[in-house]
């Protein structure tokens, strides 16, 4: 996530064309209920809407590496956290503005009742308290996802 927007349109480019094949899953923490005129999705409060996820950044991995040692980029390379769903559109030529181009982020069209949301929210946010490491095969994005909410969905 985030490691150069040339570097990032090259991996939605190719995913796109089934060249490679890498998803990341995160779950959304909040429902977005309507888009800014800047692109932002926002939630019922008018705030930025939430996903939880396993990842990290270039800068994130740095700024661990002068925390925890780096040796914590192998045993916990990405740690479960929260953050904006906006973190993900690409950004313009260097104004700060967002673009409206497709970042690669598919709609899920999953039907919930408000108390399996409820609990799932609850979930994640036990799991934001005291997350497993990261490994790349056995606790990654794709099983926190799927340990989360396994119901059956649908994509748009």
Not at 131 to 138: A, D, G, K, M, Q
Request: proline fraction near 5%; include cysteine.
């Amino acid at each position: 996530r985030k490691v150069h927007p040339w570097i990032d349109a090259a991996f939605m480019w190719a995913g796109s064309w089934e060249i490679l094949r890498l998803y990341h899953h995160f779950i959304v923490y909040d429902d977005v209920v309507s888009i800014s005129e800047d692109g932002t999705a926002l939630n019922k409060h008018g705030t930025p809407a939430m996903i939880v996820e396993y990842s990290n950044t270039p800068i994130g991995a740095i700024k661990q590496v002068f925390r925890r040692g780096p040796l914590s980029l192998y045993s916990d390379p990405a740690p479960f956290q929260k953050i904006e769903l906006n973190d993900y559109p690409i950004w313009s030529g260097g104004r700060g503005r967002k673009s409206h181009r497709s970042c690669g982020v598919y709609r899920i069209m999953q039907n919930l009742s408000d108390r399996r949301r409820q609990q799932i929210i609850s979930e994640a946010t036990s799991q934001l308290e005291s997350h497993e490491p990261y490994s790349f095969t056995f606790l990654n994005c794709e099983h926190a996802a799927f340990e989360l909410s396994s119901e059956r969905v649908g994509l748009l």
